[in-house]
């Protein structure tokens, strides 16, 4: 398995397990997981990724504090599962 595989794989099984348990339930430590697979996917030049994976990790802490909207969230991780499912798509072809 590439270097990119491996990254959309493991933001993949992130989503889908996020998906199945609520995004509602998202704790500290996964947004620091958030921002370690940022990191390794601007490392592996995925710029736009990177930004995702902040995203969400920036509106999930903002929701859990009380500050933001559950919509943003819900925008932000919907904007990063399509994303990797076409970049999952896209390094098939």
Do not use: F, I, K
Request: net charge negative; glycine share 8%.
């Amino acid at each position: 398995m590439t270097a990119l595989e491996d990254c959309l794989s493991g933001v993949q099984d992130w989503c889908e397990e996020a998906l199945l348990r609520g995004l509602d339930q998202l704790g500290p430590a996964e947004l620091v997981v958030l921002e370690r697979r940022a990191a390794a996917a601007a490392e592996l030049q995925l710029t736009y990724l990177a930004e995702l994976l902040v995203r969400v990790a920036e509106t999930g802490r903002s929701a859990m504090l009380g500050g933001g909207s559950s919509h943003e969230l819900v925008d932000a991780y919907c904007l990063l599962s399509q994303y990797v499912l076409l970049a999952q798509q896209q390094s098939l072809d």
